[in-house]
Every structure is written in C-alpha cells, then in structure tokens.
C-alpha cells in the first residue's frame, strides 16, 4: 500500500475545494460509471442515478442497486433531460465520456475519475481512486475501513489457493466460436490474479483494458498443465457443445484433462468491489478442481 499512500497523497491535491467539500447525505450524486457507482455503495452511498441502469443486473449483478435510483440512459447516449431535471450536486465520470464535459458541467461540478489508462494497472488505481471518491463524498473512514477489508479478504483467498498449489490459469470469454476476449496485463481480472497468487497462463499482449482478442488456435500456445475459466455470458450460449465438434479444440490439453470451468459474469471495466467478486469466484473453481 505504500505506494499507493504516496499516489493518493498526490491525487488529494487535485481535489478542487468544491468537490471536497460535498456532502453525500442530502447531496444528489450520479455516476456515469458502473465501477464508481458500485464504489458508492461501497462507501454507503446510493447514487440519485446511474448510467445504463437497466443492465445493472446483467454485467454487475452485485452488489444490487437499491430502488429508487434513476436510470440516466446509455453511455452513447446519456439523457439530459433527465440529468437536467435531477438537478445533480455532483457528477461522477471518466475521460471516455471527456466530449461531454462541456455539457455535463453546464448541469452540475464533474469529477472524473481515470481506472483504465496506459502506465497503470486497473487493481491499483482502484485503490487510489475509491479514496480520492471518499475524500470527496467525506467518506475517507468508510473507505480506509473497506478496502482494508479488501485486502484482507484477497489474503485469504491468496492463503487458500496456496494450499493447492494451482496450475496456471488463463481467463476468457468468448467472442464467438472462433474467437475469444483473453485475459492479462495491467487489466482488472490480471491484476487480481496476481494478487492472489495465480499465475496467468497468458504471457501476450493485452491492451489496457486488459484483454487481447485471439483466435481460439492460440489457446494452443498456454502452458499444458493451464486451467481456462471462461466467464459469461457465453457467446453464443451453446458454444461448448458446438466446440466439441472442433477437433482443435478437443485437442487442448486443459479439454482432455477437464480443466475448464465457467463463472458468471463480472465487470471487467470495475473497481474493488469486482476485483473481489471475480476473485472469489475463481478460488471457488481451483480449490472445486483440486477436491
């Protein structure tokens, strides 16, 4: 954590005093972003809207949004007027919505908040930026107190899957039946493998999202003893039934050995809360495989 003490010490001066000043109780704050708004919750927050709200179950699942909240539209197309009649105190977003910014901040102060960016890994800036939000929604020991709790719950699971001695493991989900999304570099799934222990089959390249999209032959190239976790949604559903009729892929070692698994889907694009949830549902399948 030490050096993302000296990081966030450095965000902190950022911090226009405005923002700082904000109070989340009785303030309307919105989130452009899933990963933030899940953060909020986190800190004790419900924001008054969120973006693309009627997927929320789908690519977040939880922690569950609480009734009440106003759905904001899509990020392609976020409603205005709905923004406009909320009459928000704060609006939180990232530089991919940075076109918008003239507008947004017509309508209220905007704090963005940058995750995924080259010269970063998604886990770290996680960190940084959910106390860089707690400063400004005056939740600083909410925070402090949740993510040391984050990291005592990724030491456990670390401690567990130690006991098994893992294979590595290579994370996908699939494109369609020739292709895949794999997963790795400074990503939010590649990061918190690492952080609790497991090495990644995948050694290419990975943009900054964490993730290069492979055709599925080079699946080939991972190491024999690899064990795929496919995450949802599968694309198309019945894919592996289909592969089974790919004499490429009943070649595969980890498909002879029946080491490939499947976890619901998990924000990719999130922060902490999805670091753990993915991390706990990948320990679920090595310590399953090792029984």
């Given at each position: 954590m030490k050096r993302r003490d000296v990081l966030v010490s450095a965000l902190a001066m950022t911090i226009s005093p405005s923002l700082a000043a904000t109070e989340a109780?009785?303030?309307?704050?919105?989130?452009l972003d899933y990963g933030l708004a899940s953060t909020?919750?986190?800190?004790?927050?419900?924001?008054?809207?969120?973006?693309?709200?009627?997927n929320w179950d789908e690519w977040v699942a939880e922690?569950?949004?609480?009734?009440?909240?106003?759905?904001?539209?899509?990020?392609?197309?976020?409603?205005?007027e709905v923004l406009v009649s909320i009459r928000p105190?704060?609006?939180?977003?990232?530089?991919?919505?940075?076109?918008?910014?003239?507008?947004l901040s017509a309508i209220a102060p905007v704090a963005t908040f940058t995750i995924y960016a080259e010269g970063g890994e998604a886990l770290d800036r996680s960190y940084i930026e959910t106390l860089r939000l707690a400063e400004i929604l005056n939740r600083s020991n909410q925070a402090r107190r949740f993510l040391a709790d984050a990291d005592?719950?990724?030491?456990?699971?670390?401690?567990?899957?130690?006991?098994?001695?893992?294979?590595?493991?290579?994370?996908?989900?699939?494109?369609?039946?020739?292709?895949?999304?794999?997963?790795?570099?400074?990503?939010?799934?590649?990061?918190?493998m690492k952080r609790i222990?497991?090495?990644?089959?995948w050694n290419g390249q990975a943009?900054?999202?964490?993730?290069?999209?492979?055709?599925?032959?080079?699946?080939?190239?991972?190491?024999?003893?690899?064990?795929?976790i496919a995450v949802a949604p599968l694309m198309?559903?019945?894919?592996?039934?289909?592969?089974?009729?790919?004499?490429?892929?009943?070649?595969?070692?980890?498909?002879?050995?029946?080491?490939?698994s499947t976890i619901p889907g998990v924000l990719m694009f999130g922060m902490v809360q999805e670091a753990m949830r993915f991390a706990a549902l990948v320990a679920d399948k090595i310590e399953a495989a090792h029984r």
């Open positions: 109780e009785g303030e309307r704050v919105v989130s909020m919750l986190a800190l004790g927050v419900t924001p008054t809207g969120v973006v693309s709200l009627k922690p569950r949004m609480p009734p009440g909240v106003i759905d904001l539209g899509t990020t392609a197309e976020i409603n205005l105190s704060l609006i939180l977003s990232t530089p991919f919505l940075a076109a918008l910014d003239g507008k005592a719950f990724f030491d456990r699971l670390k401690e567990r899957i130690r006991r098994f001695s893992p294979p590595p493991v290579a994370v996908i989900n699939f494109v369609d039946q020739r292709h895949a999304r794999i997963y790795g570099g400074p990503g939010l799934y590649g990061g918190t222990g497991l090495e990644n089959a943009n900054y999202w964490g993730f290069e999209t492979i055709g599925l032959e080079r699946l080939a190239e991972l190491d024999e003893g690899t064990h795929l198309p559903s019945d894919v592996f039934s289909r592969l089974q009729e790919s004499p490429l892929w009943t070649s595969l070692p980890f498909v002879r050995r029946d080491r490939v």
